[in-house]
């Protein structure tokens, strides 16, 4: 069973940054992909971003492009998501999760295409 757990979660200033971190165990993580997502209160959950472990191909929404980047840590089965220029619109519940199916790049921006989800890490953005 898989089991991924995030960390990093907090409370910053706008224009701040943060590192959240998502370790995962007990699957074989080359054949992954790893994906972020957020729920604000009242809202829907969305896509954040994702990247394929074998091959670091990335995927980010265009409300986080550029200011946020996802990478991956093979060796320690671990992925980052790095954000920068925080901004208010940005607290939420931040979530892991990691798909064991195969797609095309886009294909992991769907929720449905994820298989596991860690239990999420709160991210709070004061203005």
């Known amino acids: 069973q898989v089991h991924l757990v995030e960390s990093g979660g907090g409370l910053v200033q706008a224009g701040g940054s943060l590192r959240l971190s998502c370790a995962a165990s007990?699957?074989?993580?080359?054949?992954?992909?790893m994906g972020w997502f957020r729920q604000a209160p009242g809202k829907e959950r969305e896509f954040v971003a994702a990247v394929r472990w074998s091959s670091d191909t990335t995927v980010y929404a265009d409300s986080v492009r550029g200011r946020f980047t996802c990478s991956s840590d093979n060796p320690k089965n671990t992925v980052y998501l790095q954000m920068n220029s925080l901004k208010p619109e940005d607290t939420a519940v931040y979530y892991c999760a990691a798909s064991v199916r195969y797609g095309g790049t886009y294909f992991y921006i769907g929720g449905s295409a994820y298989d596991y989800w860690g239990q999420g890490t709160q991210v709070t953005v004061s203005s």
């Open positions: 007990g699957g074989t993580f080359s054949n992954y992909a």
